[in-house]
Nanobody, 121 residues
Framework: DLVESGGGSVQPGGSLMLSCTSSYGALDDYSIGWFRQAPGKEREGVAA????????LYADSVKGRFTITRDKAKNAVYLQMRRLRPEDTALYYC????????????????WGQGTQVTVSS
């Protein structure tokens, strides 16, 4: 199972770092993606990192503000979020795939339960 943590409430312009860990196996056997879903909206891909860390993908809406990284020693993938905006408010999920990297949810077979991020003044 994938487990997300690090969500919370923050003011616009603030920062949060989300963590994704696995209680089942090694995350470095998979490409990992971060997705988010706001109420009434479709799930969207935010960032993804492949196994070798040679490919980092970002949605246009978060480029320059979000950074995805791996820590293989800790079996974790992180999403550092800076300069947060109210429109970043959503439930954030991490997911794993062995189909390569991408920001399409259909590619991902394993999902966490999500962590809520709320950006509001």
């Amino acid at each position: 199972d994938l487990v997300e943590s690090g969500g919370g409430s923050v003011q616009p312009g603030g920062s949060l770092m989300l963590s994704c860990t696995s209680s089942y196996g090694a995350l470095d056997d998979y490409s990992i993606g971060w997705f988010r879903q706001a109420p009434g909206k479709e799930r969207e891909g935010v960032a993804a990192i492949n196994i070798r860390e040679t490919s980092l993908l970002y949605a246009d809406s978060v480029k320059g503000r979000f950074t995805i990284t791996r820590d293989k020693a800790k079996n974790a993938v992180y999403l550092q979020m800076r300069r947060l905006r109210p429109e970043d408010t959503a439930l954030y999920y991490c997911a794993a795939t062995d189909l390569g990297d991408g920001l399409y949810s259909w590619m991902y077979s394993y999902w966490g339960q999500g962590t809520q991020v709320t950006v509001s003044s």
